[in-house]
């Protein structure tokens, strides 16, 4: 039986990520929205995606197989 919460499960790939530095264009996203208080509109669809289009997932895909970490 498993006794960790989701909490301390989700703890160390808070952690983890935290510690990737932000690409470029996020750093440019955020600067301009401190300065401007308004996002550009090619930054939210780069963020988020093309509203217009959906998402597609192989039949192949499985959602452990993305979060899944292998020790070298």
């Given amino acids: 039986m498993c006794t960790a919460t989701?909490?301390?499960?989700?703890?160390?790939?808070?952690?983890?990520?935290?510690?990737?530095?932000?690409?470029?264009w996020v750093?440019?996203?955020?600067?301009?929205?401190?300065?401007?208080?308004?996002?550009?509109?090619?930054?939210l669809r780069r963020l988020l995606g093309d509203p217009n289009r959906a998402v597609e997932v192989g039949p192949k895909s499985c959602l452990s197989s993305f979060l899944c970490t292998r020790d070298a």
């Fill in 6 to 24: 989701y909490t301390d499960l989700q703890r160390p790939i808070q952690d983890s990520l935290r510690q990737v530095p932000r690409a470029d």
């Fill in 27 to 43: 750093r440019s996203m955020i600067d301009h929205f401190e300065r401007t208080g308004a996002y550009r509109p090619e930054d």
